[in-house]
């Protein structure tokens, strides 16, 4: 197997891991993998979901993603491991979850309920965690 074809089959899975986590719920906005430059390397939108931020915009967005999700990781070793990080807006709620190389960032409709954000939380984390073992 060549690198570009194993680059494809890992993009491929991840593209696979967003359609699954995006149909866990309707409140599921948009799912996408981002490395640790801030990079998408898959994404998908919610069919009915009109995008918030412009594309220069969301790469900003996700490049600081990536900064926090890396300088959290110097702090491991006191702190532990990062399991997940929510961000509260007024638009759009944010969860990130991370695993070695990327994190999975993940934005949910404002009017999610708490117990609903933790039922997702739980089954997403299942999910990136199935992917991993593959």
């Known amino acids: 197997m060549t690198i570009l074809e194993s680059s494809q089959q890992e993009i491929q899975k991840h593209k696979a891991t967003c359609r699954n986590i995006l149909a866990l719920s309707p409140k599921v906005r948009y799912v996408g993998v981002i ?3 801030g990079r998408t390397l ?14 220069d915009e969301a790469r900003n967005e996700f490049f600081i993603e990536a ?5 959290r990781k110097h702090f491991e070793s ?3 491991k990062t399991d997940y990080t929510f961000t509260e ?12 190389t990327n994190f999975y960032y993940i934005t949910f409709d404002k009017d999610t309920d708490l117990q609903g954000f933790i039922k997702m939380i739980e089954a997403a984390k299942k999910i990136v965690r199935q992917e991993q073992a593959n």
């Open 67 to 71: 900064t926090r999700n890396q300088l």
């Open 78 to 80: 006191s702190i532990g």
């Open 35 to 37: 490395n640790r430059f």
């Open 42 to 55: 898959a994404g998908q939108l919610r069919k009915d979901v009109t995008p918030l931020f412009k594309p």
């Open 89 to 100: 807006n007024e638009k759009v709620n944010i969860l990130t979850l991370s695993n070695q």
